[in-house]
């Protein structure tokens, strides 16, 4: 009787994590945020978690999203996903996380533009032309000049 009583759903005390991770909003899906779990890259009070593992309030979750390592501490609930100011109340992230994710965003702002540091891209119409102007003239030079050594063999 007691087995019953401990595989009951209404014994659990929170959700999943990675049921919690969707609901909050931080993956877009479920399976999304079972492959980081799965892949070692979420933990839980600093220990590694599983993707089976319950959630309770005051939990905190360290996890990476994007380039960015995020830390949240668990302030609500859910086994569903709702909109995103009930989802904003689920957590709240520490002010180191935030710190962190705002150096990472200035980062990006100052950093260096990928495609100035491209000296030489596709030849615009222009280059085409002076291409193809070039080769005309090295093409009829050399058909000139193996007609004439031909014909005196």
Do not use: C
Request: no cysteine.
């Amino acid at each position: 009787m007691t087995s019953k009583h401990k595989n009951d759903d209404t014994d659990r005390d929170g959700p999943r994590l990675d049921k919690w991770l969707w609901a909050a909003r931080f993956f877009k899906t479920r399976s999304l945020a079972a492959e980081e779990i799965g892949k070692g890259r979420v933990s839980v009070n600093e220990q590694v978690a599983k993707a089976s593992r319950e959630l309770r309030v005051g939990d905190q979750v360290q996890f990476r999203q994007g380039p960015v390592q995020r830390t949240v501490r668990v302030l609500g609930l859910s086994h569903v996903r709702g909109p995103a100011p009930v989802a904003q109340a689920l957590y709240e992230e520490t002010a180191d996380s935030i710190a962190r994710r705002e150096l990472a965003a200035q980062q990006r702002r100052q950093g260096v533009e990928p495609a100035a540091s491209i000296e030489q891209g596709r030849p615009t119409k222009r280059d085409r032309r002076t291409l193809a102007d070039w080769q005309r003239w090295s093409a009829s030079v050399d058909d000139q000049g193996d007609q004439g050594g031909d014909d005196d063999a």
